[in-house]
């Protein structure tokens, strides 16, 4: 994934999630202007950190109860980890 695209995702979660950088800064245990770097190109953005936003939005889509919350490839591996988990 190139650069531009993760920064692409990184934005498109955040406002997905209806959060100010400076909240999904918070969310992610940074300072604003460190996450800001991440959205404006300044820094690459770790695994760690792309990782723990999409672990952020499912906590927050089923908290509103809004699965569309969280990216289309998430909810498909949800969606297969619950039908294994019925299966069982």
Known sequence: MSDLSRVQELVALRTA???SQSTMAFHLELG???YQSFEWGEA????LYMLAAERI???QAV???APLMVP?????EALTLATLMNAS
Not at 72 to 76: C, G, K, Q, V
């Open 17 to 19: 999630l209806g959060f």
């Open 32 to 34: 604003v202007r460190e």
């Open 44 to 47: 690459e953005i770790p695994n």
């Open 57 to 59: 939005a499912i906590i």
């Open 63 to 65: 908290r509103q109860r």
């Open 72 to 76: 289309p490839a998430i909810r498909e």
